[in-house]
Structure formats: structure tokens, C-alpha cells
């Protein structure tokens, strides 16, 4: 479905561009684009990978992953039926999930991309999404969402009294697009225009064997060593410590209290300083959004001290281990880059040529007679295209019509509940070069479009 959509893309840009006079505009789109798609994004992402892939190897060796996959497995061997119940694509997946509902896109990424290689590894047709692929782009594009920070921070610079009332709607909205995403792709998968043909027969879901391809670190394979008592007891120091630092950033007051009565205890000047809040906006939160808040500022921080520290406590040679799974970091990077131009090369064009603009006056008069919000059809025709775009409409939108007005509300609930569907499908299938995208595009459109039904819906029931 990507080669009639881009094809499309690029020659209504071309003669809107030519007729309305941006052609110049649409040329120089085109150059900018290309170049950062490369120098702004895919390079950049080199080191964040890098990261990110170093860190895994080391949970994947100490066994982090298998373990997380199969304790997930009732709900894993349900949305995946073909990859094997323990296999390390199912914790990968479980990891990648985990990081987009705290809203930690640059860690969700990198997680995504070392599931997509897994799941390649599984593939039995190079080039051609597999179902479990489609599944995993169908969950990824309509991520359930705890906390919209960059929207919850917009409203919040632009004086919104209550940033945070959005939570609950954009919540419920991505409920509901998640819910639309897994129907949708695997009711689509049955169609005979995306059905897989049958021979070369998919792996036994509850088969243990090893694939056409082996993944790099084997399903059961652990680290030689047991953790000791000490290894026990330093975990457990450890955890105990997080605790500590998860209270005081959530609860700086008292922790100031106790540190003022612990004070005159202890020697001079060793507690000779307070906790304050990380930021304003984290203090103005209401306490509930405040702890979530917390919990997604904790999660990076804790993945990469906990994940070497438990590495090292099972026998992993950590530095050597990590250096073996960041080499990979550059290797994705350069991967991903043709198909990131690809896509945002249309895409920055069609936005120059004026297409955008098009289609808002085109269809905005029908759609407010059937009650959609004219001012938002910008932002929903945006959204699928392109994140930084999308964010300075909705700071647009709530700059001319105010942060807590209903319109800047439903805004604020879309930007949460859907997501950049083109640029997620071209960086997670550009990474293991598949071309033949089956289902994912309609999945993954059809769930944006019901999360942004709902967000209107939710948003005049809690908001009007």
C-alpha cells in the first residue's frame, strides 16, 4: 500500500506546488528533507541506538528477557500464535510496549527495532511482513498511552490550569485505538489481498525448535552463574534505593521533612542540603499523574543500572558484552536511511506545495456539518505524517484559541492517542529491509482514525 501513497504523494506536490506557485518551495522541501532524514535523524539515532542495543544485550544474557517473556506468555501467544512462547522477541516486544505507555518514544525505538529483528529472524518470506510483524507495527502505532508529556507540556508553557486533565481522555482514547489496531490486523490478515500464501509453512507456535534462522542469543540461553547471597543482598540494596529516589522526586516535601528531623543526628554538614521538585510543571501535576510521571523519569535511569548490575551478578562480562550489542547501533542506523528519506522526502513536499492546506478547505465544510471540529482537521491530517510538524500546529491551536478550551483539549487528547504512522512503519520495516508491508498501513490508519473519533467523543462527554 506505500508505493501507490507515495507515488501520490509526490506528484500532487509537484503540480499543487506548480499551480498554487511553491514549485521553488516543493524543490527545496525535497533537498531539506533528504538531508535530515539523514543528518537530523538517522545519524543522530546512531548513538541512541547504540545504547539501546548494548543495554539489551546484556538483559538478554543475564535472561531479563526470556524471563519477562514468559511470564507475558498467555497474553503473548494470543496476539503472536507463530513466534515460539519463549523465544526473546516476545520480552523485546513486552519492553518496547512498556516504553511507549510511559511516552519514552527514544528508548521505544530502539527496543522496536532489535523486536523487528527478531521477529525477521522468524520469517520465513525475506521482504515480506510477516503477521506477527503487522501485529507488532498494529500495537505500535496505537500505543496505549499513560502520559502524553509532550502535549502535557505544551499546555502547561502556554498557561493551562490544569495540564493534566487530558490524561484520563487521552488514556481512554488510546484504549480504544488499541483496541481498533489488533482487531483490525487480524481480521485484515484473513482477507485473500493480504494473505500469505501457504506454502513454506510458519514455525509451530508451541514448538520449541529453533527457526529457519537462529536467533543470535538463544531462547533459553542464560548466564553460567546463579546469584549468590550477596548477589541477593546487593539487589536488594539496590531496590531499596530506587524507592528512596522514587519518594523524594515524587514527594519532596516530606522528604524534606524527614531530612530536616534527621538533620541535628547527623554529622556536620552531611545533610546539609533539600530536595526540591525536578521542575514546575512536575510539581503543578495532581498526585496520581505526578507518580506516573515519576515512574517514566525513573525508567531509563533504572534500565541502565539495573540491567548492568544484574548482568554482572550472573557472570556477564558486561563492558565486553555491552560494546558486542551497541556495535549494531550504527549498522540500523545506516539501514533505516533510504527508507527515511523515502518517506519524509513525500511528505515534506506534499507540506510545501500547500496539499495539506488543500485538503483542510477541501473537506472542512462537509465534516462541520457532521460536527468535526474544522480547527483540528490540520492536526489529524498532520498526525500520520509527521511528529515534529504536528507539534507546532497543536501549539498553534492552543495559542489562538487558549490551553484549557475545549477545542486546545481535544488537540491536546488527539496528539496523545495517535501516532506517526508513515514514519513508524518506514524506520521499524526500513530496519530489516522489508518492502511488501501487507496490512500494517491500513491497520495502523484505521486505528489513528479511531483514536481520534474517540478523542472527540471522550472530550465532549468530559469537557463540554
Known amino acids: 500500500m506505500l508505493n501507490p501513497i507515495w507515488l501520490w504523494l509526490v506528484l500532487l506536490s509537484v503540480f499543487i506546488g506548480g499551480f498554487s506557485g511553491h514549485l521553488g518551495a516543493v524543490t527545496e522541501a525535497a533537498a531539506t528533507s533528504a538531508k535530515d532524514a539523514v543528518m537530523g535523524i538517522a545519524l543522530p539515532l546512531a548513538g541512541w541506538f547504540a545504547l539501546w542495543l548494548g ?5 538478554e544474557l543475564a535472561g531479563l528477557v526470556q524471563l519477562l517473556a514468559r511470564a507475558l506468555r498467555p497474553v503473548m501467544r494470543r496476539l503472536f500464535p507463530e513466534v515460539p512462547s519463549e523465544h526473546p522477541a516476545l520480552g523485546t516486544i513486552a519492553m518496547n510496549m512498556a516504553a511507549n505507555m510511559f511516552g519514552l518514544g527514544n ?3 530502539p527496543l522496536g527495532l532489535k523486536a523487528m529483528k527478531y521477529l525477521e529472524q ?3 518470506r525475506p521482504g515480506t511482513a ?3 510483524m503487522c501485529t507488532f507495527l498494529a500495537m505500535n502505532t496505537a500505543s496505549i498511552q499513560l502520559i502524553p508529556a509532550t502535549a502535557i507540556g505544551i499546555l502547561a508553557i502556554n498557561g493551562s490550569k490544569n495540564p493534566t486533565a487530558i490524561v484520563a481522555s487521552a488514556l481512554m482514547a488510546t484504549l480504544c485505538a488499541f483496541t481498533a489496531g ?3 490486523v487480524k481480521l485484515l490478515e484473513k482477507l485473500p489481498r493480504y494473505r500469505l500464501p501457504q506454502e513454506a509453512p510458519l514455525p509451530s507456535p508451541h514448538s ?3 527457526a529457519a534462522v537462529e536467533p543470535e542469543i538463544p531462547p533459553g540461553e542464560f548466564a553460567q552463574a546463579a546469584l549468590s547471597h550477596g548477589g541477593k543482598w546487593l539487589l536488594a540494596l539496590y531496590g531499596i534505593g530506587m524507592v528512596l529516589l522514587f519518594g523524594v522526586l515524587a514527594f519532596p516535601d516530606q522528604a524534606n521533612a524527614v531530612l530536616a528531623m534527621l538533620r541535628p543526628l547527623a554529622p556536620g554538614g552531611v545533610l546539609d542540603f533539600s530536595y526540591a521538585p525536578l521542575s514546575e510543571n512536575l510539581a503543578r501535576l495532581q498526585w496520581p499523574t505526578r507518580l ?6 525513573l525508567a531509563l535511569p533504572f534500565a541502565f543500572t539495573f540491567f548492568p548490575l544484574y548482568a554482572w551478578l550472573r557472570g556477564v562480562k558486561v563492558y565486553e558484552e555491552f560494546v558486542e550489542g551497541a556495535r549494531e547501533g550504527f549498522q540500523v542506523a545506516t539501514r533505516i536511511i533510504p527508507f527515511l528519506v523515502a518517506i519524509l522526502v513525500a511528505v515534506g513536499m506534499f507540506r510545501k506545495a500547500g496539499g495539506i492546506d488543500l485538503l483542510a478547505r477541501s473537506l472542512g465544510p462537509a465534516l462541520g456539518r457532521i460536527g468535526f471540529p474544522v480547527d483540528l482537521l490540520p492536526l489529524v491530517l498532520v498526525r500520520p505524517l509527521s511528529g515534529g510538524a504536528t507539534t507546532a500546529v497543536f501549539t498553534e491551536i492552543v495559542r489562538n484559541f487558549g490551553p484549557d478550551s475545549l477545542t486546545s483539549l481535544m488537540a491536546g487528547t488527539i496528539f496523545g492517542s495517535t501516532e506517526t504512522t508513515f514514519y513508524v512503519i518506514a524506520v521499524y520495516f526500513g530496519s530489516v529491509s522489508i518492502r511488501r508491508t501487507r496490512h500494517a498501513v491500513p491497520a495502523g490508519l484505521l486505528a489513528d482514525l479511531v483514536g481520534v473519533i474517540a478523542s472527540l467523543v471522550i472530550c465532549r462527554l468530559m469537557f463540554a
Open 55 to 59: 543495554m539489551m544485550r546484556l538483559a
Open 107 to 109: 528508548a521505544a525505538t
Open 122 to 124: 522468524l520469517n520465513t
Open 130 to 132: 510477516s503477521n506477527a
Open 182 to 184: 489488533i482487531t483490525s
Open 208 to 210: 520449541s525448535a529453533p
Open 292 to 297: 506516573l510521571s515519576v515512574v517514566g523519569m
